[in-house]
């Protein structure tokens, strides 16, 4: 089978009068916007048969990269040319402003801020009409309210579906990092709440403060860190041996109640003598290279010793 060959397009042939009028083209200009803004000459374009465009530098300070475009033409056998509009271009170094885009489009997601409204198309596909009053009794209208019907628009099956895709595709989803990186899914978490309606069987509200997805629309296999079944078994630390002080101790001897306290207060400030006092005072024995016998002996030598001394 012999191939068809597409037949390639046939260019306008470049009309000689039309492209030499180069200074009926710039007197066009002149005329449109005055000598001072009309610069040096830039070249054509054959638009078409016997339609040429020629171009000039715009020298006006606010339109730089602009140039003025004056478009000519000829009727067939005709010697001399037509213009056929005066325009000025941006070229591509030319500061232009952005494409007009209508608000409704230029509005994203989080610009709506306190004291905004943002108005819904009638035509909204994400919305269908509600229930509509036909005189039902109270008892139907108050199923009607539970079920959450009684609004003049409700959700359409295409605003479900486009809700799902989102939810699902988004940062609450099972596709995220958080939720691939732990086992646990939401689907078995005493925290996740299941939503009322048909998007009940795939989605589900976090109540723990804890998560991440806490008080969003979570999917049913997402699954984080703070799921319930995140438990873990923490064994009390060991408590060290209490540690005693072997190098030395004080004895402290301590009344058996107020009574004796009292006692030994009144005993300690009546006047005793010297007697009393040598029978009281507590002897301390050294210990040292000598038997005992010897150590009782220097003891009883030093208690005769003060005697002497105070008579």
Same mark, same amino acid.
């Given at each position: 089978?012999?191939?068809?060959?597409?037949?390639?397009?046939?260019? @306008?042939?470049?009309?000689?009068?039309?492209?030499?009028?180069?200074?009926? @083209?710039? $007197? /066009?200009?002149?005329?449109?916007?005055?000598?001072?803004?009309?610069? $040096?000459?830039?070249?054509?374009?054959?638009?078409?048969?016997? %339609?040429?465009?020629?171009?000039?530098?715009?020298?006006?300070? #606010?339109?730089?990269?602009?140039?003025?475009?004056?478009?000519?033409?000829?009727?067939?056998?005709?010697?001399?040319?037509?213009?056929?509009?005066?325009?000025?271009?941006?070229? *591509?170094?030319?500061?232009? /402003?952005?494409?007009?885009?209508?608000?409704?489009?230029?509005?994203?997601?989080?610009?709506?801020?306190?004291?905004?409204?943002?108005?819904?198309?009638?035509?909204?596909?994400?919305?269908?009409? #509600?229930?509509?009053?036909?005189?039902?009794?109270?008892?139907?209208?108050?199923?009607?309210?539970?079920? #959450?019907?009684?609004?003049? +628009?409700?959700?359409?099956?295409?605003?479900?579906?486009?809700?799902?895709? +989102?939810?699902?595709?988004?940062?609450?989803?099972?596709?995220?990092?958080?939720?691939?990186?732990?086992?646990?899914?939401?689907?078995?978490?005493?925290?996740?709440?299941? %939503?009322?309606?048909?998007? *009940?069987?795939?989605?589900?509200?976090?109540?723990?403060?804890?998560?991440?997805?806490?008080?969003?629309?979570? @999917?049913?296999?997402?699954?984080? *860190? /703070?799921?319930?079944?995140?438990?873990?078994?923490?064994?009390?630390?060991?408590?060290?041996?209490?540690?005693?002080?072997?190098?030395?101790?004080?004895?402290?001897?301590?009344?058996?109640? @107020?009574?004796?306290?009292?006692?030994?207060?009144?005993?300690?400030? $009546?006047?005793?003598?010297?007697?009393?006092?040598?029978?009281?005072?507590?002897?301390?024995?050294?210990?040292?290279?000598?038997?005992?016998?010897?150590?009782?002996?220097?003891?009883?030598?030093?208690?005769?010793?003060?005697?002497?001394? $105070?008579?």
């Amino acid at each position: 089978m012999t191939p068809v060959k597409t037949p390639e397009p046939v260019r @306008a042939k470049a009309d000689a009068v039309c492209v030499a009028a180069i200074d009926a @083209a710039r $007197e /066009a200009a002149i005329d449109e916007a005055g000598a001072a803004q009309i610069g $040096e000459y830039l070249g054509h374009l054959v638009e078409g048969e016997r %339609l040429v465009t020629h171009y000039f530098a715009s020298t006006h300070p #606010g339109y730089r990269g602009w140039r003025w475009a004056v478009t000519l033409t000829r009727a067939s056998r005709a010697k001399t040319v037509t213009v056929n509009e005066v325009v000025m271009l941006p070229g *591509g170094e030319a500061i232009v /402003a952005p494409e007009w885009v209508p608000w409704s489009e230029r509005v994203q997601p989080g610009d709506l801020r306190p004291g905004d409204l943002f108005p819904t198309p009638a035509d909204d596909p994400r919305l269908e009409p #509600g229930f509509n009053d036909t005189g039902a009794d109270d008892e139907t209208l108050e199923i009607v309210e539970e079920l #959450g019907l009684g609004r003049e +628009r409700v959700l359409s099956l295409f605003g479900r579906d486009e809700a799902a895709d +989102r939810w699902y595709a988004g940062e609450f989803g099972p596709s995220s990092a958080i939720a691939q990186a732990v086992p646990y899914k939401c689907v078995g978490c005493g925290y996740w709440i299941r %939503l009322g309606d048909s998007l *009940g069987r795939s989605f589900g509200a976090c109540a723990n403060e804890m998560a991440p997805g806490e008080g969003r629309v979570v @999917a049913s296999d997402y699954g984080c *860190g /703070a799921h319930s079944d995140a438990v873990i078994d923490i064994t009390e630390p060991p408590v060290a041996d209490h540690a005693f002080d072997t190098t030395g101790y004080d004895t402290l001897e301590l009344a058996a109640d @107020a009574d004796a306290v009292q006692a030994e207060v009144e005993a300690t400030d $009546e006047p005793q003598s010297d007697a009393d006092l040598t029978a009281t005072e507590p002897v301390v024995v050294a210990e040292s290279d000598a038997g005992p016998a010897d150590a009782v002996a220097d003891v009883s030598e030093s208690a005769a010793g003060a005697e002497s001394a $105070e008579s």
